[in-house]
Structures are given as C-alpha cells and as structure tokens.
C-alpha cells in the first residue's frame, strides 16, 4: 500500500476529479492548472502501489511518467506545493524519488538511487 495524507494533498492540489477518483477502491486523481495555464495530474492506486504524474504544457500536449511499487506520496510544503513520491523497494531504501514542485520552473525531477 502507498502511504499519503489525503487532506495535504486536497490543500497543495486544485480538484479530487470525482469522476476518476474512486475512495471505494483508493484510486485518486488530482489536478492543478498552474497560472501560465501548464497543468499537473496525479494519480495513484493505493493497493495496486501504482502512480502515474502527467504535465500538459498546451493542449493536444502532455509529458508523464508511470512508476510501479511506489512506497509513499509525502507533502513538502503546502505553500510551496512540492511533494515527494518514493517508489521501489522499501528495504533498505526506495529506488526512484519523483519531486515534483507544482509552482517552480522545473516542475518534475527523478532521482535513482
């Protein structure tokens, strides 16, 4: 299972989309539209340990990354909108660190470890 704190999500991102998401089976989707219009999805299965982060700079556009085995999605900063996602073997670390942050110019980085 994939750890998280639902509320700091609800406050760093814009919308739960209610017609993706489902609570029932712990499938989410959230979304950001950013003030230069680029928009951030995240979507992740808690059960399934799966996470997808999508960004579309322009319409018809879109740029993401899949991860399989995600261990947690850790809120930063509420302010400053980053998170974390911390993907791969838990023992004695995770392999992949996705670091997202929402408001900056680089709004995706990936971290192997």
Same mark, same amino acid.
């Given at each position: 299972?994939?750890?998280?704190?639902? #509320?700091?999500?609800? +406050?760093?991102?814009? !919308?739960?989309? %209610? *017609?993706? =998401? @489902?609570? !029932?089976?712990?499938?989410?989707?959230?979304?950001?539209t950013?003030? @230069?219009? +680029?928009?951030?999805?995240?979507?992740?299965?808690?059960?399934?340990? &799966?996470? #997808?982060? #999508? /960004?579309?700079? &322009?319409?018809? =556009?879109?740029?993401?990354? @899949?991860?399989?085995?995600?261990?947690? +999605? *850790?809120? $930063?900063?509420?302010?400053? *909108?980053?998170? !974390?996602?911390?993907?791969g073997? #838990? &023992?004695? *670390? %995770? =392999?992949?660190?996705?670091?997202?942050?929402? /408001?900056?110019?680089?709004? $995706?980085?990936? !971290?192997?470890?």
């Amino acid at each position: 299972m994939i750890e998280f704190d639902l #509320s700091s999500l609800l +406050i760093v991102f814009d !919308e739960l989309d %209610p *017609k993706l =998401t @489902d609570e !029932e089976r712990q499938i989410y989707w959230f979304r950001l539209t950013r003030s @230069d219009q +680029i928009a951030v999805t995240l979507s992740f299965s808690v059960f399934d340990r &799966k996470a #997808s982060v #999508s /960004l579309y700079p &322009k319409p018809g =556009t879109s740029v993401g990354i @899949d991860v399989n085995n995600c261990v947690s +999605i *850790k809120v $930063l900063s509420e302010a400053g *909108k980053s998170l !974390e996602l911390l993907c791969g073997s #838990s &023992k004695p *670390k %995770p =392999t992949l660190r996705i670091f997202l942050s929402l /408001l900056g110019d680089n709004i $995706l980085h990936l !971290e192997h470890f």
